[in-house]
């Protein structure tokens, strides 16, 4: 079932600014969810009209099915937590903690034990009665999360929420927002504008720029086949490339032909081609489907990140576990089904629709 | 080492100063309070302080009015620093509520006298109703509400600052748990700004708890206060002795107003 359903949201400024286009998109119950976009594409406001802070210019916002656009933020079952976790600074863990429990005024003897398992599900046991500035960022970051689960929200909204975490303790948290998510078995919204972090903790991603949807889908799927160059550059690195479609499963691109795994275009369309620089195997030239000179090659501990150059001045990004000699020619080989065709302004839905229909034709052939 | 001596000579103007002008009056007022006018040691002075009920009245006076001041001008200026934290030239505001505070005090106390005279602006509008005139100068309705034009800068400015440092995401927050407006206000609004409120009150209750010199032009005498009494004993009846008894009550009242307002709230432990 559908927890939340946004149906043509757009959001304009007073100063003319337009933050979001036409939105719409479907969020089911149980999920971890990623909005994921560069800074200004508007994954944040979505959040706040999920939330409820931000009232949509056009469009309806749903929550199980109700219409809850015009719903007071404190009456949503939805709960938040904040960019910097914008934690009551006066009370303590135990007093913040119980804020939304002592709003609706339980007794104190109810809220005591769900206070307690909150603290437990975040691995804070035994710091009710520390202060807000006694803690450390990951601890802080813990506190918000106990502060807006002890509420029973259906929906837990988190605005960037890992961004002020050193790299380690944002990968620890990355691990433990999942499994807290699991446990709970309610929908997490995640707003990141690291695409790594929405990758490794995800069940779909919605690609978001220029206040528009990209792309939607599970983290492999927006990986291998990214829509259009936007998602390509945007997620992970890339080697985009000008080709030429020649018919189905063949594609032109650096002045050769290639054998490759998409189809359902017209012939001779112009398309763009991706292709991961960990798809590229290093070999001899002879063996290689491309011949690139090395150019650079950094050292990044788990692998070389080697930039080469084709006869026609192409640049290839290359991630290889092992090193190569600079200035020699070197073959480039890979399969089929690294090259990714994109066509050019090619719509979600008739993206998926295309894939869809030469997919069941393999199936077929089957 | 030469470096750590021309630093401590930096301090040795303030320190020369707060030596000759505060701490050494300070003194001498304890010394007059402590003594008669043949300079004996004797507690006379405060016997007879605690026992006539007529200073005991002009305290609890001094503190009334002093109370009634900075709640009317907390009422006017919470409202007031708020709204200038969510206006686009705020910048703009807060000069024009400074502004005032560039004339002198004495101007605008002459410039009251005119206003609520019997034939002042005060008058004048009301007699536009066929009310009037009323005797608006020499009341207490007038001597608290030039006391409290006076002193509204003093408590818009800290209470705006404490207001603006609050993260305005920990108010959505708030109203994200389910907090109503109130809710908000009462739980996290008002505790978070208690610091600027806190040094608000301390500017002008302390202060008003002395004020004499618009008592006399405003309240015209019918308001009588610890200030207006120390004036009294020390140019009229030149009774200095008695004069500093009441400062030296003074002075005490104001730490303890300070204890009140700056205490720390003791937070009960949960056990889990």
Redesign the interface.
């Known amino acids: 079932m559908n927890i939340i359903e946004l149906k043509h949201v757009n959001k304009r400024y007073d100063d003319g600014f337009v933050a979001l286009k036409d939105i719409n998109l479907k969020i089911e119950s149980g999920k971890f969810y990623s909005l994921l976009g560069p800074s200004g594409s508007g994954k944040s406001t979505i959040l706040r009209i999920i ?1 409820g ?1 931000s009232q949509p210019t056009e469009g309806r916002v749903f929550f199980a099915g109700k219409d809850i656009t015009d719903l ?4 949503r079952q ?3 937590v ?3 976790y ?5 009370l ?1 863990v ?1 007093d913040n903690v119980a ?2 429990l002592k ?2 005024k339980r007794p104190l003897r109810e809220i ?2 769900i ?2 398992d909150a ?1 437990k599900m975040v691995r804070l046991e035994g710091y ?2 520390r202060e807000i500035s006694e803690l450390s960022g990951g601890q802080q970051q813990r506190v918000a999360i106990a ?2 689960i002890v ?1 029973e929200p259906k929906v837990l909204l988190l605005d960037e929420s890992l961004s002020a975490l050193d790299k380690r303790l944002r990968k620890e948290m990355q691990f433990e927002l999942r499994a807290i998510q699991k446990k709970l078995g309610i929908t997490f919204i995640f707003v990141t504008h690291d695409q790594e972090e929405a990758l490794s903790m995800s069940d779909e991603i919605f690609v978001l720029n220029n206040g528009r949807i990209e792309q939607n889908g599970s983290p492999i799927d927006i990986y291998d086949e990214p829509i259009n160059d936007f998602v390509a550059r945007f997620i992970g690195n890339s080697n985009i490339l000008p080709g030429r479609m020649i018919k189905d499963y063949e594609v032109e691109f650096a002045n050769q032909r290639f054998k490759c795994a998409d189809a359902g275009m017209k012939a001779n369309e112009k398309v763009e081609i991706v292709i991961r620089p960990e798809d590229l195997d290093i070999t001899s030239p002879e063996k290689g489907k491309l011949v690139v000179t090395a150019q650079t090659q950094l050292f990044l501990g788990d692998h070389f990140e080697i930039k080469a150059v084709d006869a026609d001045e192409n640049e290839w990004l290359i991630h290889s576990t092992n090193g190569c000699k600079l200035n020699q020619r070197i073959g480039l080989y890979f399969d089929p089904e690294d090259i990714h065709v994109m066509r050019l302004h090619e719509s979600q839905k008739d993206f998926n629709a295309r894939l869809e229909s030469y997919e069941d034709e393999e199936h077929d052939n089957d | 080492m030469t470096d750590k001596k021309t630093r401590t000579l930096f301090i040795v103007p303030y320190l020369l100063w707060i030596i000759l002008f505060v701490i050494l009056p300070m003194l001498l007022i304890l010394w007059y309070s402590l003594t008669d006018s043949s300079h004996h040691f004797t507690l006379n002075n405060f016997v007879q302080f605690f026992r006539n009920g007529i200073f005991l009245r002009m305290m609890l006076n001094s503190f009334w009015y002093a109370f009634l001041i900075t709640l009317v001008t907390l009422l006017i200026s919470y409202p007031a620093a708020y709204f200038l934290t969510r206006v686009k030239n705020s910048q703009i505001w807060l000069l024009l509520i400074i502004l005032p505070t560039w004339i002198n005090l004495l101007l605008k106390a002459y410039a009251f006298i005119g206003i609520f005279s019997n034939g002042g602006l005060f008058n004048q509008f009301l007699h536009l109703f066929g009310i009037g005139p009323v005797n608006f100068l020499f009341t207490d309705f007038a001597f608290i509400f030039v006391a409290t034009y006076i002193e509204i800068p003093f408590m818009i400015l800290p209470i705006y600052s404490a207001i603006k440092d609050i ?1 305005p ?2 108010v ?9 407006r109130w ?1 908000t206000f009462k ?2 609004l008002w ?2 700004s ?1 610091p600027g409120v806190e040094s608000g009150i301390q500017a002008i209750f302390i202060p008003s708890l002395s004020l004499f010199m618009l008592t006399r032009l405003i309240g015209g005498n019918r308001v009588i206060t610890l200030g207006t009494a120390i004036e009294e004993y020390f140019m009229t009846t030149m009774n200095w002795n008695m004069g500093a008894t009441i400062g030296v009550v003074l002075i005490f009242l104001m730490v303890v107003v300070m204890l009140i307002t700056g205490r720390k709230r003791r ?1 009960k ?2 056990n ?1």
């Open positions: 939330a802070f007071d933020p404190a009456k939805i709960n938040t904040f960019q910097n914008a934690l009551f600074s006066h303590n135990f804020f939304g709003i609706k005591k034990p206070v307690k603290l009710a009665n502060r807006a509420n | 993260n995401a920990v959505q927050a708030s109203e994200d748990l389910g907090a109503s809710q739980y996290i505790p978070l208690w937070r432990k949960v889990l």
